[in-house]
């Protein structure tokens, strides 16, 4: 008798449980919520804040991962959206920068969809040099990843651009029916995803593609579009996030911004059983993946370890996560389950 095997995304929510287990047990007030002036503060809300760029990114990562691509670029680009809105909030004058940042008032509108545009427009690059130039996903996104931070840096021209603009602010910091503004943009982003996915073939398309791409063709998938579209995806995801962290930060830093947070949206995709060879996709499990990363960092940061000891603890507790979702760990534990029941069944 053959087990029934454990769901991908079991471990992943089992992690996060003993995560909130062990603060519920030795941290004080970690549950605890408050309200003030009609918002939700507590570690809790803080984390679905804080989560929130990564959680944008690594939605659009999923469907990157699933045609069996990568995108190491969005940190860059994030990078890149962040300097493109710091600029427009300057009125593209760094020239008389000051401690106290700009008070120009620039209209919203430019201040969101010019770095959008921009970050989309960095993605359909991708898009094009995987898709249709043919080159290898993990190269393609190099290219724009080396590159891109030094074209950040080039447009702010080596400064940290401060500024003062409350509405752009709201973007990083305001709230909305009592939750962060941020964490119901990374909503807004799975919910649109799931949208495309789910109500038009977009989804199945990226499965076939991810499965067998040269299958994929002879069924006749457009495939070239099928991985432009993941990659145009990618970018305005990178760039929202950017325009999340700038506005949280009140300016921009084009050689920190961002800085690895490609690597994070990567791990929280894996963590949520997304296979890396492409395929299948779990954005579920992918959500699951950015909370556990940013709970693990606020508990670390809560009990007070030092900070050198912060991506060796949040190493080993993702390499821990990641052994036990192993296919070779879930053979194991199938044939495990398999023999209990066997055994169960004859003792009846």
Not at 3 to 23: D, E, H, K, M
Not at 133 to 139: S, T
Not at 143 to 154: H, N, S
Not at 248 to 274: K, P, R, W
């Amino acid at each position: 008798m053959k087990g029934r095997q454990i769901p991908r995304i079991a471990w992943p929510l089992f992690a996060l449980g003993l995560i909130l287990l062990f603060n519920l047990m030795f941290t004080d007030s970690f549950f605890a919520i408050t309200i003030k002036d009609g918002h939700l503060f507590g570690s809790l809300i803080d984390i679905l804040r804080r989560s929130a760029p990564t959680l944008i990114m690594a939605v659009a990562m999923t469907y990157v991962i699933a045609t069996g691509g990568i995108d190491i670029s969005v940190g860059s680009v994030l990078a890149i959206s962040g300097s493109i809105a710091s600029l427009v909030v300057w009125g593209g004058n760094t020239q008389y920068l000051t401690s106290a940042g700009s008070q120009y008032y620039a209209p919203m509108l430019s201040i969101i969809l010019i770095p959008l545009v921009a970050s989309i427009l960095l993605g359909a690059f991708n898009g094009v040099m995987v898709s249709f130039i043919g080159l290898q996903p993990f190269i393609a996104t190099l290219i724009l990843m080396t590159a891109g931070r030094g074209l950040a840096q080039l447009l702010t021209g080596g400064k940290v651009l401060n500024f003062r603009h409350a509405g752009f602010e709201f973007v990083g910091r305001g709230y909305l029916f009592g939750l962060p503004f941020p964490f119901l943009l990374a909503l807004g982003v799975i919910v649109l995803g799931t949208a495309i996915t789910r109500l038009t073939p977009m989804g199945l398309y990226i499965q076939a593609v991810g499965g067998n791409r040269s299958a994929s063709n002879f069924s006749g998938v457009n495939t070239r579009l099928v991985l432009l579209f993941v990659y145009i995806f990618s970018g305005f995801a990178a760039g929202l996030s950017g325009l999340v962290m700038t506005s949280d930060i009140t300016g921009a830093d084009a050689g920190f911004m961002g800085l690895y947070m490609e690597l994070d949206a990567i791990l929280a995709v894996v963590i949520g059983g997304t296979p890396m060879e492409g395929g299948k996709y779990n954005v579920g499990g992918t959500v699951i993946g950015v909370l556990i990363i940013q709970t693990l960092t606020t508990t670390i940061l809560t009990k007070g370890i030092p900070t050198e000891y912060t991506l060796l603890v949040k190493a080993i507790v993702v390499v821990v996560v990641l052994i036990i979702q192993s296919n070779k760990m879930r053979e194991v534990m199938g044939k495990r389950q398999g023999k209990m029941m066997v055994k169960g069944g004859s003792a009846i």
